[in-house]
């Protein structure tokens, strides 16, 4: 009979000779059950994977489609092959555990044939031992239609005979389709677990949740098997890499932070074969690479001298939460504005701009971009904010870095009774804390590009966080007030 399985046919040999199906004669090398039925189903289009994911090979489970089996009771090859979840013939799931003991159906764990040879029924056995079997009548089990998307997904991969079919918009052998969906699949699965938002939940049963290594073991349930191996196919079988990438980077996002990153996760994870590596890179290109987005998607335009060294504490909200700590956000969102400027080719030269050390600026780019823990697009939507609020104030922050960096003695003593007048207390001693804070706050200034004074020691920086910390909003606005008054007039910077 067309596609019926090597077992299935031995079983209606038996019966139509009056033999047992158990002492029917089988080939030595056929040691297991899993042998058996992976021979039975090596006219498949896939052929069998490493010993590491025999889970996938053919064989390793066992599947039946009930609208089938009531036509002529014929097992057919492709219910033992994992990649197959669908009966094309009745457009539904395939069936893979008996309702009667919720155990695999043909769970014939010590035989490769059934003892009651040919037939419709699940003949599981219901006790250790020649006991009872389970009569359920696996033709009589109602089918759950497949939508049309796992349809077509399966279509491609039941495809007879070596292809073509297209995978990134080129023809490919039906082989090489399945291997890069299987691929998929793993990473999928290893994405759905280890995520806390993954962009699709998949219903994996309870027990399921614990494994980790989807390599090994793929879903049990067709249903589950047909949602994952469909989002796989909408990646694979994407008309361009650039499409295919797309459709990815939503579960690239979703790969936890990784300290050698995540790429390298996908890699540890699953099998990249050259398909999937090309679409793991097309999707952390962007990422990688934010350096030669900015210059073309951040089309924000500023001058140099509105782009402070570090944001301003007002600003931070808008570059909050994004894997960064507050400093290093403001800092690396000021370089990248200043890298999205015209004539800017590196970092360091985006730091040059800022009147930064060039390494400053390599250092921070290279450090921030591998704990950036939100998509690209949306930190250049936070660019773009800031950017848009940094053009309506217009500030020259190197003018304010070299009045900072001017400050006389009578300069600090009036910021200093000015802060006397709104904060009673505070010591003649801190006019060291009142200069780099003025730095920090009124200028925007990088600690790197600070005064020769306000580079201290670890000493210094435990009281300027103290003092900094200790400091109210009127506080605040005593010194921002006191400052404008002396950048507009002529103070003594002696």
Known sequence: MPGEAADSYAERVAAANNLAAATLPSDPSLRSVGRVRHAAARNTPVQATSPRR????????????????????????????PMVTVCLTHGCYLITDCPGRRRSVKDTQHRPLRPAGTGTLCDNALSVG?????????????????????????????????????????PTTVASYRDTVRNMAVLLLHINTASPDPPARFDLREQEWGTRRWWLHPPRDPITRAAVFAVADRIVFAASLDDAA?????????????????????????????????????????????????????????????????????????????????????????????????GTGSWADAATLLELPGPIGVDLARTSSAHLTIGTDAWIDRLQQVGRQLAIERVDYRARESVVRGLGRAALND????????????????????????????????????????????????????????????????????????????????
């Open 130 to 170: 020649l006991g009872p079997r389970c009569d359920t009548d696996l033709a009589q089990l109602p089918p759950t239609p497949a939508p049309d998307e796992v349809l077509e997904q399966q279509a491609r991969a039941q495809q007879s005979g070596t292809g073509p079919v297209m995978v990134l918009g080129q």
């Open 246 to 342: 797309a459709v990815f980077m939503p579960w690239f996002d979703a790969i936890p932070p990784a300290s050698a990153g995540r790429v390298s996760w996908a890699a540890d994870h699953t099998h990249a074969d050259p398909t999937l590596t090309r679409i793991l890179l097309a999707a952390s290109t962007p990422r990688q690479r934010l350096s030669h987005r900015l210059p073309h998607e951040l089309c924000l335009r500023l001058r140099p001298e509105w782009i402070p060294q570090r944001l301003p504490a007002q600003l931070s909200p808008l570059v909050d939460g994004c894997g960064l700590s507050a400093a290093s956000a403001r800092g690396f969102a000021s370089l990248c504005l200043a890298k999205a400027q015209a």
């Open 415 to 494: 910021l200093l009774h000015a802060l006397q007048a709104a904060r009673p207390g505070t010591r003649a001693s801190s006019r060291d804390l009142i200069w780099r804070w003025v730095w920090d706050h009124w200028a925007a200034g990088h600690h790197a590009a600070a005064p020769p004074v306000v580079i201290t020691t670890r000493r210094f920086l435990a009281r300027y966080t103290q003092f900094a910390g200790a400091l109210q909003p009127h506080h605040e606005r005593a010194l921002v007030t006191a400052t404008d008054q002396i950048t507009r007039g002529t103070p003594d910077s002696s």
């Open 54 to 81: 025999q889970g996938w090979d053919p064989g390793a489970i066992t599947q039946a489609c009930a609208a089938c089996l009531a036509t002529d009771g014929a097992w057919r090859h492709a219910w033992y092959d």
